[in-house]
T-cell receptor
Framework: DSGVTQTPKHLITATGQRVTLRCSPR?????VYWYQQSLDQGLQFLIQ???????AKGNILERFSAQQFPDLHSELNLSSLELGDSALYFC?????????????FGEGSRLTVL | AQKVTQAQTEISVVEKEDVTLDCVYE???????LFWYKQPPSGELVFLIR??????QNEISGRYSWNFQKSTSSFNFTITASQVVDSAVYFC??????????????FGSGTQLTVLP
């Protein structure tokens, strides 16, 4: 158990809909990362938040947005969903400035868009 | 930009065989970290090892060992006496400069290891 909690574990929805994925980082971790894992793109970094502020952005679509709240949990919002958005979405956390880079991953949220 | 290449898409071995997973990376930075993660069939990503760019000492941990060679930009992972429970997808990953808080990982495409009984 990594200590990172993601909900929901599974989600099935239709094209055009909007969903929100939630992540609670490990206790004390200030950084939250979102990754997308799909068959064709592999593991892709989407976005990172550090202590409530956006710190780095990767291959995140404009239809996707995220935020980190004062209690450090994070949400990833996916809107106008397309079939290609079907993927496993991982949240990871790390302590922040002084860590040496390893991330601790949640179990993922599997999104299926029909 | 950094890149991680895992040329082996799938490997099958019979239990008790040794197996080496290859990883080649590209970066212009002189300070970086390399990682191996394991993704078992249950789907979660499990951290296995971290190595920094200044430490080329090879490491052995039980049945696992890692061979880091900066001269060839490789960070290979060997499982000795493989077991069925080792069956998983293994990812090599790279993280740049340890300063600052932007520590996102760049992952390779993964190697599916199947250990047959």
């Amino acid at each position: 158990d990594s200590g990172v909690t993601q909900t929901p574990k599974h989600l099935i929805t239709a094209t055009g809909q909007r969903v929100t994925l939630r992540c609670s980082p490990r206790s004390g971790d200030l950084s939250v990362y979102w990754y997308q894992q799909s068959l064709d793109q592999g593991l892709q970094f989407l976005i990172q938040y550090y202590n409530g502020e956006e710190r780095a952005k990767g291959n995140i679509l404009e239809r996707f947005s995220a935020q980190q709240f004062p209690d450090l949990h994070s949400e990833l919002n996916l809107s106008s969903l397309e079939l290609g958005d079907s993927a496993l979405y991982f949240c990871a956390s790390s302590p922040g400035d002084r860590n040496t880079g390893e991330l601790f991953f949640g179990e993922g949220s599997r999104l299926t868009v029909l | 930009a950094q890149k991680v290449t895992q040329a082996q898409t799938e490997i099958s071995v019979v239990e008790k065989e040794d197996v080496t997973l290859d990883c080649v990376y590209e970066t212009r930075d002189t300070t970086y970290y390399l990682f191996w993660y394991k993704q078992p069939p249950s789907g979660e990503l499990v951290f296995l090892i971290r190595r920094n760019s200044f430490d080329e000492q090879n490491e052995i941990s039980g049945r696992y060992s890692w061979n880091f060679q900066k001269s060839t930009s490789s960070f290979n992972f060997t499982i000795t006496a493989s077991q069925v429970v080792d069956s998983a997808v293994y990812f090599c990953a790279l993280s740049l400069s340890p300063s600052g808080s932007a520590r996102q990982l760049t992952f390779g495409s993964g190697t599916q290891l199947t250990v047959l009984p």
